[in-house]
T-cell receptor, first 112, second 114 residues
Framework: KQEVTQIPAALSVPEGENLVLNCSFT??????LQWFRQDPGKGLTSLLL?????REQTSGRLNASLDKSSGRSTLYIAASQPGDSATYLC???????????FGKGTKLSVIP | NAGVTQTPKFRILKIGQSMTLQCAQD?????MYWYRQDPGMGLKLIYY???????DKGEVPNGYNVSRSTTEDFPLRLELAAPSQTSVYFC?????????????FGSGTRLTVV
């Protein structure tokens, strides 16, 4: 059974810092990995989708990497802003299916 | 805007009552899903569907039922509400067999059972 772990559970940084969020998964037989953002009381917004054949994906100040062999992904946020404050979730398809298995998320607070 | 629409956004139920959570998507996605999210926990899959007329159980299906009569709609039914079903429910959809475009989520339904 696929398990996804996100570290740290919470992170507080001053505005302007670069930061890294970590995601690890137990079954490396995945065909993609997706990072989501969730604001309090809101739904999930897709940030980046990395295919298994890719090692990186970039969108603006966000960069996600994927290392299937080690079962790890990182989300790098450059020059953090207070508007980046949210919970960040990573998710991978379960083995042999398209159902997503989610981590519990990292709650990010960017202090002005 | 195209996407996944969920109704209602909020609902309070009494123990033993029934209700249906509505979900509709207009992206012609074959795959649709229902997840629940409890505080401090990751999302758990309740039911999913790979196309009209086809549904299957996820990780936590007890106490719920679904149907998929059209590609667009995937309602979730609670027959006898229990306090353990207090949660936030998310509907999602995706392209089949590819995953190239990832998943699209609705904005959620916050349900409280008292």
């Amino acid at each position: 059974k696929q398990e996804v772990t996100q570290i740290p559970a919470a992170l507080s940084v001053p505005e302007g810092e670069n930061l890294v969020l970590n995601c690890s998964f137990t079954d490396s037989a995945i065909y993609n990995l997706q990072w989501f953002r969730q604001d309090p009381g809101k739904g999930l917004t897709s940030l980046l989708l990395i295919q298994s054949s890719q090692r990186e994906q970039t969108s603006g100040r966000l960069n996600a990497s994927l290392d299937k062999s080690s079962g790890r992904s990182t989300l790098y946020i450059a020059a953090s802003q207070p508007g980046d404050s949210a919970t960040y979730l990573c998710a991978v398809p379960g083995a042999g299916s398209y159902q997503l298995t989610f981590g519990k998320g990292t709650k990010l607070s960017v202090i002005p | 805007n195209a996407g996944v629409t969920q109704t209602p956004k909020f609902r309070i139920l009494k123990i033993g009552q029934s209700m249906t959570l509505q979900c509709a998507q207009d992206m012609n996605h074959n795959y649709m899903y229902w997840y629940r999210q409890d505080p401090g926990m990751g999302l758990k899959l309740i039911y999913y569907s790979v196309g009209a007329g086809i549904t299957d159980k996820g990780e936590v299906p007890n106490g719920y039922n679904v149907s998929r009569s059209t590609t667009e709609d995937f309602p979730l039914r609670l027959e006898l509400a229990a306090p353990s079903q207090t949660s936030v429910y998310f509907c999602a959809s995706s392209y089949p067999g590819q995953g190239t475009d990832g998943y699209t989520f609705g904005s959620g339904t916050r349900l409280t059972v008292v």
